[in-house]
């Protein structure tokens, strides 16, 4: 009964990862980051998957398969993958529970007024790129208190302090942001 399952940096032959199969009925989390994975066309039918890792892949089509075998998807991360134009994210509208996209460094983000389009093309998306229409960054656990972030680096600078404690401080010495809290400075 595996409900997380990590296969970043395997290799995947054909567009699949040998054994990653149907059995997995109960796999909530997917992450299959830099894997080679060039389609998902081999991808089993994972009914509960909730959150899908697909960084630093191959990917440019195909996403249609989502919605047949992953309905439940709320995130999904697709940066870093070869997908260019609207076309092909329109797939992802059959994602009805999809709140969180991620296409970072795909060439769609260079498209003028992508923001916009892809947030009129998905309404039922909240955050794409990790961040709301209104430019505010999302929690790091929405639903779930899931650990299995590790792609989401910059999230663990937000866990230093309590959010909001320091912005004040960062505001006052722009100048010299290089000083560490003012303890440098006494030397």
């Not at 961040?131 to 972030?149: K, M, T, V, W």
Request: hydrophobic share 30%; glycine share 8%; proline share 3%.
């Amino acid at each position: 009964k595996v409900t997380e399952l990590v296969l970043d940096n395997c290799r995947s032959s054909n567009g699949e990862i040998e054994g990653l199969n149907d059995s997995f009925k109960e796999l909530e989390f997917l992450s299959m980051a830099n894997v080679e994975l060039t389609s998902l066309a081999k991808l089993p039918t994972l009914s509960k998957l909730r959150k899908l890792e697909l960084s630093d892949n191959i990917i440019s089509g195909g996403l249609e398969v989502l919605a047949e075998r992953c309905p439940n998807l709320t995130y999904l991360n697709l940066s870093g993958n070869k997908i260019k134009d609207l076309g092909t994210v329109e797939a992802l509208q059959n994602l009805k529970n999809l709140k969180s996209l991620d296409l970072f460094n795909c060439e769609i983000t260079n498209l003028e007024d992508y923001r916009d389009s892809i947030f009129e093309l998905l309404q039922q998306i909240t955050y794409l790129d990790g961040f709301d229409q209104e430019d505010n960054e999302a929690p790091d656990s929405e639903d779930d208190d899931e650990e299995g972030d590790e792609d989401d680096d910059d999230e663990d600078e937000d866990e230093a302090g309590p959010p909001g404690e320091y912005e004040e401080e960062d505001d006052e010495d722009d100048g010299g942001s290089d000083l560490g809290e003012g303890e440098e400075e006494e030397e």
